[in-house]
């Protein structure tokens, strides 16, 4: 049986900036349950860093890699930039809830880059 890696968990900022749109959002959405609804995403986040600690390949591969379009190909290449910055090899996604975790790993390491809700196109690359 192989043990768990127990590969280091980070982010970057701007998913830290992610984070804080969906918490504005929910807030602006509806004040009176924005507490509990961010509090339950966080939650579903801690777990899904758990399993990535010792599965970091567990997301499904980063399917905006493969947008054809020029609009599709300058969003790909702002979120690529993300992931060069950080130095790591392999982009995929995780489905937590109603939104997408766009992460970069390697064995040892996992990287958290952007957090969209699942009905946005495209990640925010601002940083």
């Known amino acids: 049986m192989t ?3 127990n590969a280091q968990i980070g982010a970057t900022p701007n998913f830290t900036s992610n984070l804080e749109q969906v918490r504005a959002f929910f807030l602006a959405q509806d004040a009176a349950t924005a507490n509990a609804r961010f509090g339950k995403l ?10 990535l600690s010792w599965a970091p390949a567990s997301g499904r591969p980063a399917r905006f890699l493969n947008g054809h379009s020029v609009q599709a190909q300058l969003r ?7 992931a060069t910055q950080v130095g790591l090899p392999s982009l995929r996604e995780y489905v937590v809830a109603q939104h997408v975790v766009l992460y970069a790993h390697s064995d040892s390491e996992v990287v ?3 957090l969209k809700h699942h009905r946005q196109l495209a990640y925010s690359a601002s940083q």
């Open 3 to 5: 043990l768990p890696v």
């Open 42 to 51: 966080k939650s579903e986040l801690r777990e899904m860093k758990r399993i």
């Open 76 to 82: 790909t290449a702002a979120v690529l930039q993300l």
């Open 112 to 114: 958290l880059l952007a």
